[in-house]
């Protein structure tokens, strides 16, 4: 597995996640016919908090993002993105696993959306998450927390 580092993210890191977003996202969109050039990218401006985020990197180098947004009972997993040529490394479960184990101290659960057919689903699943709900493009998923407060 790559070394990787969490650093928080800044206003200033946006195009770059923005494209990694682009460039990650793009086969699923296709397959479900969703994908628009301009879409995949303003959505991501449009819902960044960078007080949320983190920039993934791996040997100094921009590697992907992930976000952890405060919501009403959870907290949100969100923009979560590794460089292409490091997926299936080890990199998304090393860093999945960071941020579960930081909800698990703190007895919250965490929700996420996946597109449908998306491999990121199997990550999601062998890390605990099950499905609440789905529709045509979107699966939706929870991961209880492994232990309570000052269970672990």
Request: aromatic share 8%; with cysteine; charged share 30%.
């Amino acid at each position: 597995m790559a070394h990787w580092e969490l650093r928080p993210a800044s206003t200033a890191d946006i195009e770059a996640i923005v494209e990694l977003r682009a460039v990650v996202m793009r086969p699923d969109l296709v397959r479900l016919g969703r994908f628009d050039e301009q879409r995949v990218r303003q959505r991501l401006r449009d819902s960044f908090v960078p007080e949320y985020a983190w920039v993934i990197e791996v040997g100094g180098a921009f590697a992907g993002c992930v976000a952890l947004r405060p919501a009403e009972d959870a907290r949100r997993l969100e923009h979560f993105f590794v460089a292409p040529h490091l997926q299936g490394g080890g990199v998304g479960s090393g860093v999945l696993r960071e941020l579960l184990e930081r909800c698990d101290r703190d007895g919250l659960l965490v929700r996420l959306n996946v597109l449908q057919g998306s491999a990121a689903r199997r990550l999601y699943e062998r890390h605990g998450f099950t499905t609440e709900s789905e529709d045509p493009i979107d699966v939706f998923m929870v991961r209880k927390p492994a232990y309570g407060l000052g269970d672990g």
